[in-house]
């Protein structure tokens, strides 16, 4: 079936520190979506990447979609407590529904 | 203006019994889509409703069964509950096809079956 991986599942990084998830399919995307969920809480859109090689940024936060339209990443610069949850990427693969990553979990140490 | 709503909050329920749970979409999107959450996993998709209609579904048996009202509001009902189907059920409203839109999540209902 179609299928989202996403790396790492965790990530613990000192604050001020980078930090980069990275989403990948086997198949080509129409779309994809980054999602954020805090802890107890619930998924929160970030945004959406259409385009082959597009790149969108979000102050401190960059989005890639990849050539081929089967990866993406999402990159954070100089983190800071409030970027802790857990991130999701949710690809569409043509038809109407999402398929969500696995999610990287990250923790920020102060 | 609201955000998307989801009730009841939490529910315990024994295995073989039935449940439904309700959500209400944010003001505007006509799309609901139902989503499962197992502990520290992504969303699982289990089906989309628009104009009334279920138009997608995902790996989910036919236990699972929902409902859109001309109000776009949205029932999700689950038959002969399993202890694997404890988890958080998510809600989101779009305007339009989930595939394609911003989906705007609601806070979830944790279902637990004992």
């Known amino acids: 079936g179609q299928q989202v991986m996403q790396i790492p599942q965790y990530q613990h990084v000192q604050e001020g520190e980078d930090f980069t998830t990275y989403c990948n399919s086997s198949?080509?995307?129409?779309?994809i979506q980054w999602y954020k969920q805090r802890p107890g809480g619930h998924p929160v859109f970030l945004i959406q990447l259409v385009k082959s090689g597009e790149v969108k940024k979000q102050k401190r936060l960059t989005f890639q979609f990849g050539e081929a339209k089967k990866n993406s990443s999402l990159h954070i610069t100089a983190t800071q407590t409030t970027d802790v949850g857990t991130y999701f990427c949710a690809g569409n693969f043509g038809n109407e529904k999402l398929t969500f990553g696995t999610g990287t979990r990250l923790t920020i140490i102060p | 203006d609201a955000g998307v709503t989801q009730s009841p909050t939490h529910l315990i329920k024994t295995r073989g019994q039935q449940v439904t749970l309700r959500c209400s979409p944010k003001?505007?999107?006509?799309?609901v889509s139902w989503y499962q959450q197992a502990l520290g996993q992504g969303p699982q998709f289990i089906f989309q409703y628009y104009e009334e209609e279920e138009r997608q579904r995902g790996n989910f048996p036919d236990r699972f069964s929902g409902h859109q009202f001309p109000n776009y509001s949205s029932e999700l009902n689950v038959n002969a509950l399993l202890l694997g189907d404890s988890a958080l059920y998510l809600c989101?409203?779009?305007?339009?096809?989930?595939?394609?839109?911003?989906?705007?999540f609601g806070p979830g209902t944790r279902l637990t079956v004992l």
């Open positions: 003001s505007g999107h006509d799309t």
């Open positions: 198949t080509t995307l129409s779309n």
């Open positions: 989101a409203s779009s305007f339009g096809l989930a595939g394609d839109y911003e989906q705007f």
